[in-house]
């Protein structure tokens, strides 16, 4: 496995577990847009183009449910 490979694997994985574990926490949900933001460069960086695009899209939707979550919850919960 090349490193590039590891980095894709890394960014998906990473993803697939701050998605499974963002009803805990609100920042799950901000590691999920960061994991996304991974594999967005992993689709550019191995010249996949459209899946960098809909990753970076990802990212900023995450991104914002990040930002409606915390100004909604309590601070102390």
Avoid: H, K
Wanted: hydrophobic letters at 60%; charged letters at 10%; a neutral charge.
């Amino acid at each position: 496995m090349d490193l590039l490979t590891a980095f894709g694997l890394f960014a998906v994985t990473a993803m697939l577990v701050c998605y499974a574990f963002e009803d805990r926490s609100p920042w799950f949900i901000l590691a999920f847009a960061a994991a996304c933001g991974l594999g967005s460069a992993y689709g550019f960086l191995q010249g996949a183009w459209p899946f960098g695009v809909i990753e970076a899209v990802w990212a900023l939707v995450a991104f914002w449910r990040f930002r409606a979550r915390v100004s909604v919850s309590p601070v102390n919960s």
